[in-house]
Structure formats: structure tokens, C-alpha cells
């Protein structure tokens, strides 16, 4: 099945790209390899999730807002290669959660974000991961989620 027809049948579709917000490109092609700049809870243009995880939001929250980071990294990889199913391979997966002190759950909140890609593109979308907690995110997201991808 395809994988835009997939997200479809997940009940998911992928939001329109925001624009990048700073000095740089939101995707950089190299060779078979696609990098995703951080990408964030966006949608209709605005960020859909403003807060800390283990404070404004919970674990189920943060999950969700990763789902969504993940769909507006899909919408740029469609963007940059026109199809979703020239993606070949997820490789690595960096999610960074603004996370208040003592909050250990990091791992749990980039699962929304790795489950998708695994249902997704089934093995193909399996990927080694960090999941980072940090500070702050800007604009006071609580995820933001940068992929490497190898395409074709």
C-alpha cells in the first residue's frame, strides 16, 4: 500500500510545510540520504503544543505532539522528494523534549513519533534514536524531532 493511502487508512494526514523560521533549509539532500532540520508541533502554521513535559503536559501529551512533529517531518520529506514512498529507509531519529526537572519519560513522549514511522513503513521505518530531554525548545515547544532518511 502507499504510503500517503496508509496515513489515510491511520486516519492521518500530513499538514501543510510551515516555513523555516530562521537561517537555514528544512531539508538537505545528499547523495541517497535525506536530513531533516527540527521540526516542530505545528499546525495551520502555529504550534500546537506550547509547554514542558511534567509540567503543562503528561507523557499521553507529549506522545501526541510527537506524532504530529513526525507528520510535519513527512510533509517535508514529501515536499522534498514529491513521494513518500521513495523513502527507502528511516536512519535516525533525534527527538529533543523540553522536559521540567525530574521528568525521565523521554523515550515514551518519541515514541509517538517511532510508532508512526513503524507503522508507517514497517521495518524500513525502524531507526536507531536519541531521545533527548533539554531545557527549553524554542518558541516553547515541547518536541522537536529531526530525521535522517535514506532515499531514493
Known amino acids: 500500500m502507499k504510503?500517503?493511502?496508509k496515513l489515510k487508512e491511520m486516519g492521518l494526514e500530513?499538514?501543510?510545510v510551515s516555513p523555516a523560521v530562521g537561517s537555514?533549509?528544512?531539508?538537505?539532500?545528499?547523495?541517497?540520504?535525506?536530513f531533516l532540520a527540527g521540526h516542530g508541533p505545528y499546525r495551520d502554521g502555529k504550534c500546537a503544543y506550547i509547554g514542558k513535559l511534567g509540567q503543562e503536559y503528561g507523557v499521553p501529551e507529549g506522545y501526541e505532539a510527537?506524532?504530529?512533529v513526525a507528520l510535519n517531518c513527512l510533509a517535508t520529506v514529501k515536499e522534498a522528494l514529491?513521494?513518500?514512498d521513495r523513502v527507502r529507509r528511516v536512519v535516525k531519529v533525534l527527538g529533543l523534549v523540553s522536559s521540567s526537572p525530574g521528568f525521565v519519560e523521554q523515550p515514551q513522549v518519541?515514541?509517538?513519533c517511532s510508532d508512526l514511522l513503524v507503522e508507517l513503513y514497517g521495518e524500513a521505518g525502524r531507526h536507531a534514536r536519541a531521545a533527548i530531554g533539554v531545557a527549553e525548545l524554542p518558541g516553547g515547544?515541547?518536541?522537536e524531532i529531526e530525521m535522517v532518511l535514506e532515499v531514493e
Open 3 to 5: 504510503a500517503e493511502a
Open 14 to 16: 500530513l499538514p501543510a
Open 24 to 34: 537555514y533549509v528544512r531539508s538537505v539532500r545528499s547523495g541517497n540520504m535525506l
Open 110 to 112: 518519541i515514541n509517538g
Open 82 to 84: 514529491g513521494d513518500l
Open 66 to 68: 510527537s506524532k504530529l
Open 141 to 143: 515547544m515541547p518536541v
